[in-house]
């Protein structure tokens, strides 16, 4: 079997590989041998699963997963052919790269008035008052890694 490294897309066979995992990290635990650390690649959620409980999904769930939840923003955008309202402008801090990334397409496809900022959670406190006399949101998002 293939060696699972960081990087790596799997999936948890505990869980009857259920979700689509990014592997953020391994670490070595005394007491639980090799641990992954798992963000998830379609929803934000992060776990935890020793490496021997981890599985490599197929190519094909992989392009379904990923294409499933692409249908599901173009959804949200022709749902009933409603005109949508767009309110103010929107300062969105978030603690994770890969989610503010998303976060961002998904606004800018919208065409709403946005600033997204991808700033460690940590640094979230340090920075927010600063960013909120810069850009004058009307809404302000805080997410968390």
Not at 54 to 82: C, V, Y
Not at 102 to 126: A, S, W
Request: proline share 3%; charged share 35%.
């Amino acid at each position: 079997m293939k060696r699972i490294k960081k990087g790596d897309i799997v999936s948890r066979n505990s869980y009857q590989n259920d979700i689509l995992f990014y592997v953020e990290k391994i670490i070595e635990s005394k007491k639980r041998g090799k641990i992954a650390i798992l963000k998830g690649v379609t929803i934000r959620i992060e776990a935890d699963a020793p490496i021997d409980d981890l599985d490599f999904p197929n190519q094909n769930r992989i392009k379904e997963n990923l294409r499933k939840i692409e249908a599901r923003i173009e959804s949200i955008d022709s749902r009933d052919n409603r005109k949508i309202t767009k309110y103010g402008k929107i300062l969105h801090l978030d603690g994770d790269k890969t989610y503010s990334e998303k976060t961002e397409k998904y606004y800018k496809k919208r065409g709403l008035n946005y600033v997204v900022r991808h700033v460690m959670e940590f640094r979230q406190p340090i920075v927010v008052r600063n960013l909120l006399q810069r850009y004058r949101p009307d809404i302000l998002v805080i997410t968390r890694s």
